[in-house]
């Protein structure tokens, strides 16, 4: 059982849609991560927030738009996705970012998502 | 190289032990990590062992660490159908805002 909780579980949406990815964490961590993952490769990181803010943008593409409206939450907005956008989402989270000394990263069981 | 690299695939009969191999590429690496996923699952932090350390265990599991080689290794005794998964070394990019990067992942099959 995760400890980090994410819904939902699948997506199907189309190329016009818009729609949101959850994450809840009450572990007290203050880090919290977006990464993209394709079916058997490693999770590529996409965001960071440090204390409710942004601390890492991999340069991902503005149709991907984060939130962080508290210490437990952290939201994905979607916009106008494609194709190519469509994979494994997990959100991981960890007491403080990883400069702070050991701060392993736990993470949620991911949303699968699928563009039309 | 620029990258953390593992070999792709293993294959262990249940009873065996396993070993997973990995190469890491910054030396400064403080901290480095074994996760485990499974098929449909998020990836399940396994242990993770200190920089100035040299072996960990926990219960089945062993790590080792060569620093001179950047050299780590996951040893799982006595193998279980239950451990069939793909199995991620992680190291931490300290020049690059202490970012996790991946290995490509070994992907442990166990035969009964």
């Known amino acids: 059982d995760t400890e980090v909780t994410q819904t939902p579980k699948h997506l199907v949406m189309g190329m016009t849609n818009k729609k949101s990815l959850k994450c809840e964490q009450h572990?007290?961590?203050?880090?919290m991560y977006w990464y993209k993952q394709k079916a058997k490769k490693p999770p590529e990181l996409m965001f960071v927030?440090?204390?409710?803010?942004?601390?890492i943008n991999e340069s991902v593409p503005s149709r991907f738009s984060p939130e962080c409206p508290n210490s437990s939450l952290l939201n994905l907005h979607l916009h106008a996705l494609q194709p190519e956008d469509s994979a494994l989402y997990l959100c991981?989270?960890?007491?403080?970012?990883?400069?702070?000394?050991?701060?392993?990263?736990?993470f949620g069981d991911g949303t699968r998502l699928s563009i039309l | 190289g620029e990258d953390v690299e593992q070999s792709l695939f293993l294959s262990v009969r249940e009873g065996d032990s396993s070993v997973i191999n990995c190469t890491y590429t910054?030396?400064?690496?403080?901290?480095l990590y074994w996760y485990k996923q499974e098929p449909g699952a998020g990836l399940q932090l396994l242990t993770y062992?200190?920089?100035?350390?040299d072996m960990k265990q926990d219960q089945r599991l062993t790590v080792l660490l060569n620093k001179k080689d950047k050299h780590l290794s996951l040893r799982i005794a006595d193998t279980q159908t239950g451990d069939s998964a793909i199995y991620f070394c992680?190291?931490?990019?300290?020049?690059?805002?202490?970012?996790?990067?991946f290995g490509q992942g070994t992907e442990l099959s166990v035969k009964p």
């Open positions: 910054d030396s400064s690496s403080t901290y």
């Open positions: 062992i200190f920089s100035n350390m």
């Open positions: 572990m007290g961590h203050r880090a």
């Open positions: 992680a190291e931490i990019r300290e020049n690059q805002g202490g970012k996790l990067i």
């Open positions: 991981a989270s960890s007491f403080r970012q990883n400069l702070e000394g050991n701060q392993p990263q736990h």
């Open positions: 927030y440090s204390y409710e803010k942004l601390s």
